[in-house]
Every structure is written in structure tokens, then in C-alpha cells.
Nanobody, 117 residues
Framework: QVQLAESGGGLVQPGGSLRLSCAAS????????MGWHRQAPGKQRELVAI???????TYADSVKGRFTISRDNAKNTVNLQMNSLKPEDTAVYYC???????????WGQGTQVTVSA
């Protein structure tokens, strides 16, 4: 059974940094898309950053220049380095892996990121 295990997250002050990590287990193949979505209270889940197994990246406009996604295809891991965090980045962040970028794939359980003074 394929599973996604997330780590990282937590409470950070505005302007601070956090790093999220996710590892896919139970599969030897490299998912086409791996990355992160997030859902803030009262809002719909949104794509944050996705990296394909061929190296193409997609970022939400709101995080461009602040977040950096990376992945190791051999290990089936994906990381999200989040810098210059803002209170509006507060959300539950979900690791995602699948054929398509937005849905239809596998989701992690989610990890809370809170940006607050």
C-alpha cells in the first residue's frame, strides 16, 4: 500500500522559515507529480508547489520567491523550504503525489503550519 509520510511544520514567527518533508513508501515507481497543497480555515485546498519527475515546477503566485520545492526521485521524497513566512501562510499542508497536479492522487495526513507572533 502506497503511503505518504510528512514531517516538519509547527509554529514560527512572521519572517521565519520552516522545512516540510514527505516520503512515499510502498512503491518503487516515481510519481509524475509530487508536492504540496494547503488548506487554511474556511478556505478551499490550494496548490502550493508541485515538482514533476522531469523537473518542471509549479508554484502558487503567493509563494513564488519565498518557497522552494525539491525532490529526490530515487528516494521518492519531496521537500518544501519555506522562507519569509507570513501569517497568511498559516494552514494545514498536505503532501501530494499523483499523475495529475491537482487531484486524483495520494494525500498525506497533513501537517499544521502556523505563522504568528
Amino acid at each position: 500500500q502506497v503511503q505518504l509520510a510528512e514531517s516538519g511544520g509547527g509554529l514560527v514567527q512572521p519572517g521565519g522559515s520552516l522545512r516540510l518533508s514527505c516520503a512515499a513508501s510502498g512503491t518503487s515507481s516515481s510519481p509524475t507529480n509530487m508536492g504540496w497543497h494547503r488548506q487554511a480555515p474556511g478556505k478551499q485546498r490550494e496548490l502550493v508547489a508541485i515538482l514533476t519527475n522531469t523537473g518542471r515546477t509549479t508554484y502558487a503566485d503567493s509563494v513564488k520567491g519565498r518557497f522552494t520545492i525539491s525532490r529526490d526521485n530515487a528516494k521518492n521524497t519531496v521537500n518544501l523550504q519555506m522562507n519569509s513566512l507570513k501569517p497568511e501562510d498559516t494552514a494545514v499542508y498536505y503532501c501530494y503525489a499523483g499523475r495529475f497536479m491537482y487531484s486524483g492522487g495520494l494525500w498525506g495526513q497533513g501537517t499544521q503550519v502556523t505563522v504568528s507572533a
